[in-house]
Nanobody
């Protein structure tokens, strides 16, 4: 059974930092993209950052220069380092992974971890 488990969310003041981690089961994640998404209250889920198996990354414009996504293929983990946090970064953050037969989009999702940034 494929599982994604996030950790590292919490409460932080504006300008602070948090590091989110995601552990994935299933060896196919080693060769497939993984990503972080977020959903703020009353808003749609949005992409935060993606990383492919080769380390190539994509970021939402709103987090460029502040967030860094990384992965450890040996441990099947994907991390999101979040610096210079702003109140508008407050959201539930979800780890996502692409299934072995999928070319576009994500098939597997974690349950989410809440990040709250106070002003």
């Amino acid at each position: 059974q494929v599982q994604l488990v996030e950790s590292g969310g919490g409460f932080v003041q504006t300008g602070g930092s948090l590091r989110l981690s995601c552990v994935a089961s299933g060896s196919f994640f080693i060769i497939k993209p993984m990503g972080w998404y977020r959903q703020a209250p009353g808003k749609q889920r949005e992409l935060v950052a993606l990383i492919n198996n080769g380390g190539g990354t994509n970021y939402a414009d709103s987090v460029k220069g502040r967030f860094t996504i990384s992965r450890d293929n040996a441990k099947n983990t994907a991390n999101l380092q979040m610096n210079s946090l702003k109140p508008e970064d407050t959201a539930v953050y979800y780890c996502a992974g692409q299934g072995p037969h999928t070319v576009i989009g994500m098939d597997y999702w974690g349950k989410g971890t809440l990040v709250t940034v106070s002003s």
